[in-house]
């Protein structure tokens, strides 16, 4: 009986979930520009935020909404910004600029069609590498996908989890179908919530080096107006902070920005998988079409079809072990998405022809349906 008392159901639609995860992982800064599918995030945290003693503002553009996030997650405060395509086509620069400084941010693209004012109010898929490759450099990144409600909760704190442990920005790929969908779904309260905060320094201020090696990739991160000295910069630089052009120095950098993510592969990188234990046909989706993904399976499952689905939560690192193993057991696999085809460029890269792979693509701002995944399932 206890732990009922410390969960609440409500109704929510996907950008309010996205909210309340936000929240309980102990965000405490917003910054954005009104978009649309993604505007209630940015209602609902200027409604919230001041009565948890945090901060939302209202900026002039997405350039300076993220050059804010970075500002406040560099002063220590766990910080957020939401958008959708062209708002986050320009906040490439500064996301570049998060991932070099390594401040932890989350930044959410409810995506929607493009390129550029597109179709504002219609569902896609096609910012995908995007994510990946938006900002230029040679440079790991997190991406994470939505596919309900529920997700939308348990992502987001998932995401600033995974932020704040590894120093790095994560992507949260929404899409206008989730954003707006309203389902019923059980809140933890916060403090049955697992948060993962940033390591501090156990250091004097004078020891202190704010991107020094260790094991674990993840130098310790001290917040502006601590005491610690700190030197944060778009250039590559040494263990102090401070620009360097040493060749050995800007390769051990490197290597250690993908050190870190690469030692958290078996935390950062997670899958849903349905039916797939004697699946023969596999469903591989992400986002809103996961679910009409489910539905079909399961239809086909009805009809006697071993089939199974394989759900991509975080799309980057590219999850290429689950990925691998379902090309391995199943005869054929099957992607659809809302883009010219995306992850399956990712999915046939790994599976190198061994295995019969089938695209389903649609581009015309419509939803792909359970009917339409169902009745390719019917004919393999």
Same mark, same amino acid.
């Given at each position: 009986?206890?732990?009922n008392?410390?969960k609440?159901?409500?109704?929510l639609?996907?950008?309010e979930?996205i909210?309340?995860?936000a929240?309980?992982?102990? #965000?405490?800064? @917003?910054?954005g520009?009104?978009?649309?599918p993604?505007?209630e995030?940015?209602?609902?945290?200027?409604?919230?935020?001041p009565?948890?003693?945090?901060?939302?503002i209202?900026?002039?553009? !997405?350039?300076?909404?993220?050059?804010?996030?970075?500002?406040?997650s560099?002063?220590?405060?766990k910080?957020?910004t939401a958008?959708?395509?062209?708002?986050?086509?320009l906040?490439?620069?500064?996301? =570049?600029y998060?991932?070099?400084?390594?401040?932890?941010?989350?930044?959410?693209?409810?995506? %929607? =069609?493009?390129?550029?004012?597109?179709l504002?109010t219609?569902?896609?898929?096609?910012?995908v590498?995007?994510?990946?490759?938006g900002?230029h =450099?040679?440079?790991?990144?997190?991406?994470?996908?939505?596919?309900s409600?529920?997700? #939308? @909760?348990?992502?987001?704190?998932?995401?600033?989890?995974?932020?704040?442990?590894?120093?790095?920005?994560?992507?949260?790929?929404s899409?206008?179908?989730v954003?707006?969908t %309203?389902?019923?779904?059980?809140l933890?309260?916060?403090e049955t919530? !697992?948060?993962?905060?940033?390591i501090t320094?156990?250091?004097?201020?004078?020891?202190?080096?704010?991107?020094?090696?260790?094991?674990r990739?993840?130098?310790?991160m001290?917040?502006?107006?601590d =005491?610690?000295r700190?030197?944060?910069?778009?250039?590559?630089?040494?263990a102090?902070?401070?620009?360097?052009q %040493?060749p050995?120095?800007?390769?051990? @950098?490197?290597?250690r920005? @993908?050190?870190?993510i690469?030692?958290g592969?078996? !935390?950062?990188q997670?899958?849903?998988?349905f &039916?797939m234990?004697?699946?023969?046909?596999?469903?591989?989706?992400?986002g809103?079409?996961?679910?009409?993904? &489910?539905?079909?399976?399961?239809?086909?499952r009805?009809q006697g079809?071993k089939?199974?689905?394989l759900?991509l939560?975080?799309?980057f690192?590219?999850?290429?072990t689950a990925?691998?193993?379902?090309?391995?057991? #199943?005869?054929?696999?099957?992607?659809?998405?809302?883009n010219?085809?995306?992850?399956?460029?990712?999915?046939?890269?790994?599976?190198q022809?061994?295995?019969?792979?089938?695209k389903?693509?649609?581009?015309?701002?419509?939803f792909?349906?359970?009917?339409?995944?169902?009745?390719?399932?019917?004919?393999?």
């Amino acid at each position: 009986m206890a732990s009922n008392r410390k969960k609440k159901t409500v109704l929510l639609q996907g950008n309010e979930a996205i909210v309340e995860g936000a929240l309980a992982a102990g #965000c405490r800064f @917003f910054a954005g520009y009104p978009i649309t599918p993604a505007s209630e995030i940015n209602e609902l945290m200027s409604a919230k935020l001041p009565g948890l003693g945090g901060t939302f503002i209202q900026m002039e553009d !997405e350039i300076a909404s993220l050059g804010a996030v970075i500002g406040a997650s560099l002063a220590g405060v766990k910080s957020l910004t939401a958008t959708s395509g062209p708002g986050f086509s320009l906040m490439q620069e500064n996301l =570049g600029y998060a991932c070099i400084a390594e401040v932890p941010c989350v930044i959410v693209n409810v995506m %929607r =069609g493009g390129p550029s004012t597109g179709l504002p109010t219609s569902p896609a898929q096609g910012d995908v590498l995007q994510a990946r490759w938006g900002t230029h =450099g040679d440079h790991p990144i997190v991406v994470m996908a939505v596919s309900s409600v529920s997700d #939308c @909760f348990s992502v987001t704190v998932n995401a600033f989890n995974i932020s704040e442990k590894y120093r790095v920005p994560v992507i949260i790929l929404s899409d206008e179908v989730v954003a707006h969908t %309203r389902e019923t779904i059980t809140l933890s309260t916060p403090e049955t919530v !697992e948060v993962v905060d940033r390591i501090t320094p156990n250091v004097p201020p004078e020891w202190y080096l704010p991107y020094e090696d260790n094991s674990r990739g993840v130098p310790p991160m001290a917040a502006m107006g601590d =005491g610690y000295r700190h030197h944060v910069t778009g250039l590559i630089h040494d263990a102090h902070g401070y620009p360097t052009q %040493r060749p050995k120095e800007v390769e051990a @950098f490197t290597r250690r920005q @993908f050190r870190k993510i690469t030692n958290g592969f078996y !935390e950062i990188q997670q899958v849903k998988k349905f &039916h797939m234990d004697d699946a023969e046909i596999a469903v591989i989706a992400y986002g809103a079409v996961s679910r009409s993904a &489910h539905r079909a399976v399961v239809r086909a499952r009805e009809q006697g079809i071993k089939a199974g689905l394989l759900q991509l939560i975080t799309l980057f690192p590219f999850p290429k072990t689950a990925v691998v193993s379902a090309l391995r057991q #199943c005869n054929t696999v099957m992607i659809p998405e809302m883009n010219m085809g995306q992850i399956s460029r990712e999915i046939k890269r790994v599976n190198q022809e061994k295995t019969k792979i089938i695209k389903h693509n649609r581009i015309d701002g419509q939803f792909i349906t359970p009917d339409e995944i169902y009745d390719k399932l019917l004919r393999e």
